[in-house]
């Protein structure tokens, strides 16, 4: 009996630590960092990894209606792939203000700032060298009763990038036992005040990465209203109606049964950024986005405390070899980012971007992964 009990012991620790996040190294920075990669895995068929540099996600494995697994998001399998220049931010946390900032500068407290144009003639995504997306994390795995995670932290010290004030900024990733979603959590806090926009920039195609397009994905966005910008994707302050324009995602429809048709847009495709309706009071999260890849069964619903959503259908994909080799061709892949939405430390009329001292940022997003109704192998 005494031995049952032993074994029988062994065997629930041994499981306890399967479903522990697993680490492995990933490969050094050219600068010689060492690069870690976590595993989190749950009862339900979901797999994702993510790595330290840039507490980015870097694989998520989900099943499609036959059960198949498929990584769904674009990437790479080492460190120096994300280095290179193919990298467009794939999987990465965006920061520390993502999107664009007009001709790279803004004022706070009445002082200038100045941050780099590396989006002519703006700032895109926090920067050149030492965006969040570049530098190292420092990982704490956990586990809980409700699943597991882990969290990144890394501290961007005063002026890092041009910004004011040093930021504590946190990430986290959790997947619970028993669905498959990732919880991504979002906190900063800061010495003086600073904008802070953070997202995280994943390329999805749901009938596995490295597919050849998402234009035949469909999608639908909680949002009646967008952001129009100037021919540099700098918003020009209006918010306007989606009803009638190409950007009317709020019944479900294909990507791409109208992308051409968006002729009064600086961008290539779809890249605005779409002003989600209010969140009932009585839910923690507001539904922004649907996205069904009908051949696979695949959907992920995106759910989000932030006010915006950038839909990106990846414009600027150009043909870079990725993960097993797969080519990432010309829209094979879209980005839901949720956020603040652009410029807002230069636009008044929008919700604020600036943390202060004292106060803490703190906002999450869910990615939720399932098959549609209906969808079966049969
Ligand atoms: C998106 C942005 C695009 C492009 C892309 C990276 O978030 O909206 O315009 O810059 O990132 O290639």
Sequence with gaps: ???????????????????????????????????????????????????????????????????????????????????????????????????????????????????????????????????????????????????????????????????????????????????????????????????????NHAYFNLGGAGSETVLDHVLQLNADKYTPTDDTLIPTGKIVDVAGTPLDFTKQKRIGARIEKLTDTAALGYDHNFVLNPKPDDKEHNFAALLRHKESGRTLRILTKEPGIQFYSGNFLKGQKGKDGKTYAHRSAVCLETQHYPDSVNQKAFPSTVLQPGDEYKTSTLLQFGIAKGATGN
């Design 1 to 199: 009996m005494i031995r049952m009990c032993f074994l029988l012991s062994l065997l629930v620790s041994a499981s306890a630590m399967a479903d522990e996040p697993m680490m492995t190294d990933f490969g050094k920075t050219k600068d010689g960092k060492a690069v870690e990669l976590y595993t989190l895995k749950n009862d339900t068929g979901l797999v994702a990894k993510v790595m330290t540099r840039g507490a980015t996600l870097v694989q998520i494995h989900v099943p499609d209606k036959d059960g198949k697994s498929e990584d769904v998001i674009l990437g790479w399998d080492d460190v120096a792939g994300y280095e290179s220049e193919d990298n467009q931010y794939f999987g990465c946390t965006t920061g520390r203000v993502c999107n664009r900032i007009a001709n790279g500068k803004f004022s706070l407290n009445g002082k200038d700032y100045s941050l780099a144009i590396n989006d002519d003639p703006n700032h895109l995504h926090g920067g050149v060298e030492r965006s969040l997306d570049k530098v190292v994390w420092k990982a704490r795995p956990y586990t809980n009763d409700r699943g597991h995670g882990v969290r990144f932290n890394y501290t961007s010290p005063d002026g890092e990038e041009g910004y004011p004030g040093t930021v504590k900024a946190l990430v986290s990733f959790f997947v619970p036992k028993d669905a498959n979603r990732i919880l991504i959590t979002y906190k900063a806090t800061t010495d003086a005040a600073t904008p802070i926009n953070l997202t």
